[in-house]
């Protein structure tokens, strides 16, 4: 299928500055979660790529990264035979909105009337033909100025996710909605009656809208974004196949992500919904749920030897084989650089554990 006829290009947009901070010993700075295969034999990043890689009326990729991980993207790019319309390196992490922003203005020096199609690179979409339809029903509104992001069909009460709640429809088949409001991490009983409603969906951070709208809404919700992003972007440098972005313009802009940002003040937010098995991957937890399990629903990589296990997540990667007895419900992770052993339920603590680390305890 054709995502998009003859209305012009959309740029996909790969963000790749994560930290992934909630998988370590695996995830670790030098190496975060979305270059690592974690759920195929490819990391996330190359899976994100590959989604929109030769699909008609998508131009190749832009890929927006941090300065360290230059070598990471440029590795497992050409894994792939593939040669991204840029690479942009930030010089340091400033959250969504700067990153966007930067790709943005790339685009737009090209064409300001293109699409760009913004994707975090550690997500996994399990549909995806079902994303692609998102995405074609989507692009109308986004060449009518519209911002339009993707609400993830929620299948539990996630606390751990923002939600979108939608409007009434701008289309005739009622896909496309005005959004009605923007969430963040709810407690379970207000999750319990979002999911019952009908009427919220996750906030999966996927967005459509062409570089010059994008840009606009900068101008005029974020403008210390908008400026500092154009500064870095104009004195930016080649080097080696990298755009490197001006060092003190882009350290100029606030830490903002393009939510609190521009699309919880827009008045042009659209959301599409889409039920695609999306997951961002975001704990060891998450990972279980979406990895292949055997019949007592234990995950198991690596040399592992399991006797009267119960729904488990043992992962070996580069560490010491785990043998484990009776255990229920619970989290191994071995590596060179760590081993963690955790309840399953208390996936979301582990980045307590790496700020304790930071801080000097333990390693």
């Not at 079902?130 to 009518?144: L, N, S, V, Y």
């Not at 393009?258 to 042009?268: N, P, S, Y």
């Amino acid at each position: 299928m054709s995502v998009i006829s003859s209305h012009g290009p959309i740029y996909p947009v790969i963000l790749s500055g994560g930290s992934g901070t909630r998988l370590w010993p695996l995830s670790r700075p030098e190496c975060p979660k979305q270059f690592i295969p974690l759920v195929t034999d490819r990391s996330m990043m190359q899976e994100t790529l590959l989604r929109t890689l030769g699909v008609p009326g998508f131009e190749p990729a832009l890929v927006v990264s941090s300065a360290s991980h230059g070598a990471l993207v440029r590795e497992q790019v050409a894994a792939l035979n593939h040669m991204p319309a840029a690479v942009i390196l930030e010089p340091m992490g400033r959250n969504t909105a700067p990153a966007i922003a930067l790709a943005a203005n790339w685009i737009a020096k090209q064409d300001r009337q293109a699409l760009m199609l913004v994707m975090p690179s550690d997500h996994v979409i399990a549909d995806v033909p079902a994303f692609h339809a998102a995405i074609a029903a989507a692009a109308p509104a986004a060449r009518d100025g519209r911002l339009v992001t993707f609400g993830i069909q929620p299948h539990y009460p996630e606390t751990g996710y923002g939600y979108i709640a939608k409007g009434d429809a701008l289309d005739a088949d009622g896909v496309v909605h005005t959004v009605a409001q923007f969430v963040e991490k709810p407690p379970r009983a207000q999750a319990e009656a979002y999911l019952a409603g009908g009427r919220h969906y996750w906030n999966g951070g996927i967005f459509l809208f062409s570089a010059g709208v994008l840009l606009d809404e900068l101008e005029r919700y974020a403008p210390a974004v908008a400026a500092s992003s154009g500064h870095a972007m104009a004195a930016s440098r080649q080097e080696d196949g990298f755009i490197l972005p001006d060092e003190t313009a882009f350290g100029a802009s606030p830490d903002i992500s393009i939510d609190v940002g521009v699309m919880e003040k827009t008045d042009r937010a659209a959301v599409v919904p889409v039920d695609m098995g999306w997951s961002d991957v975001g704990s060891w937890d998450a990972l279980w749920a979406i990895r292949d399990r055997d019949g007592d629903g234990n995950s198991m990589k690596g040399g592992v030897v399991s006797v009267d296990g119960v729904g488990n997540l043992i992962y070996v990667d580069g560490g010491p084989p785990v043998a484990m007895i009776g255990l229920r419900d619970s989290v191994v992770v071995s590596t060179a650089k760590g081993v963690l052993v955790m309840p399953r339920d208390r996936s979301q603590d582990v980045k307590t554990v790496v700020e304790r680390i930071r801080g000097g305890a333990l390693v």
